[in-house]
């Protein structure tokens, strides 16, 4: 259901900001994490930005162990954020045995799997520095990020001028990596990066109507076009 509500958000933004002509008519969202949700533009000068309906998961990806921990997915800009902040050493040191989730007995009985892993794979929960995910998506490409529920802020620098705020002045931020339950006895190790705001920034490029109805509420837009 999050995953549903979050692409009707970026739908109904895109879609609002292209009447606002802040995003070019013809774009279309690259619809993958690896890739910012949204290109906009001011004038001339064009940026990424990313959308989120609110504070929430930044991102995740699932965890593999052969002979140490790392990622399934070796292309996600997430890897580049685990290394340059170290985080697979704390992995490495607080999950210091193999899983039963990468041995041979897995195939044979996943219930009995899930119940020692669970056990023995205590979910570590530490808290970062906010920069961590402005790294995340300015490797990525995003300049900004534009939470529905809290508005605009950038990631160091405000290419446009907007006079919003800084992301990591706003934020705290955390990763936690546990054993997340499938379905049928199926279970993986996952490592994910999330946020909360402590501050409302002055300017929203997609308000919601309200935390459960994610359509825009149409708003003066004076501001983004000072």
Not at 147 to 159: K, Q, R, S
Not at 185 to 205: G, R
Request: glycine content about 6%.
């Amino acid at each position: 259901m999050g995953s549903h509500k979050g692409f009707l958000y970026e739908k109904n933004a895109t879609e609002y900001l292209k009447r606002q002509r802040i995003v070019d008519p013809d774009f279309v969202s690259p619809g993958n994490e690896d890739e910012p949700d949204l290109e906009i533009r001011k004038g001339d000068k064009k940026t990424f930005c990313e959308l989120k309906i609110k504070c929430a998961s930044a991102g995740s990806l699932v965890l593999k162990y052969d002979s140490g921990w790392s990622f399934a997915d070796t292309t996600s800009p997430l890897l580049y954020v685990a290394k340059e902040f170290k985080l697979f050493d704390v992995l490495q040191d607080t999950w210091s045995s193999k899983p039963y989730r990468f041995t041979p007995l897995y195939s044979e009985s996943k219930a009995e799997c899930y119940k020692k892993d669970k056990s023995a794979f205590r979910e570590i929960k530490q808290s970062v520095t906010a920069d961590c995910i402005g790294l995340y998506y300015r490797t990525k490409g995003a300049q900004y990020i534009n939470i529905g529920t809290h508005g605009l802020y950038h990631f160091g620098t405000d290419v446009f001028g907007l006079g919003v705020r800084n992301f990591a002045d706003c934020a705290e931020v955390w990763y936690r990596a546990r054993v997340q339950y499938k379905k049928k006895s199926s279970y993986q190790f996952t490592f994910e990066l999330a946020f909360k705001m402590n501050c409302h920034s002055v300017y929203n490029l997609a308000p919601l109507i309200s935390r459960r109805d994610v359509n825009i509420k149409e708003s003066n837009m004076e501001w983004y076009y000072a």
